[in-house]
């Protein structure tokens, strides 16, 4: 395989799922970068070009929500929500602010795999979202 690994961002509080996560990915062939909190996936997103974002929903400093109507409004993001919340919701909330999966934990690899590969072969979404 001759193409760069594809970037994902993983925004998990979790150490040890952040972690399981990380490894992973990994081993499947993804570079991947672990950020704990908003704040921290921020400056992430900002340093770094990325091809999917992987974020928890309830996070220590807001939320996967706020985290991606803030980087949306910036660039386009293609991203997935993880959570342990998934009532119909937080499901309906995750898609209106453009998440475009909406995965539930504990995650199933296979669902999880599919939901990365979905989100990379889908167009980048056009301009920032208003």
Not at 60 to 79: F, I, N, Y
């Amino acid at each position: 395989m001759d193409r760069e690994p594809y970037r994902i961002i993983v925004v998990e509080d979790h150490a040890s799922t952040a972690e399981a996560l990380r490894k992973f990915l990994t081993t499947i062939g993804y570079k991947v970068y672990i950020a704990p909190d908003i704040a921290s996936a921020r400056g992430l997103a900002k340093a770094i070009e990325f091809d999917v974002l992987l974020s928890d929903l309830r996070l220590p400093d807001g939320t996967g929500w706020d985290l991606m109507e803030e980087l949306s409004a910036m660039k386009p993001v293609r991203a997935i929500a993880i959570s342990g919340h998934n009532t119909d919701v937080d499901v309906e909330k995750s898609r209106k602010v453009g998440f475009l999966d909406h995965i539930a934990k504990p995650l199933v690899a296979e669902q999880l795999t599919a939901a990365i590969e979905r989100a990379i072969k889908k167009p980048r979404p056009t301009g920032a979202r208003h």
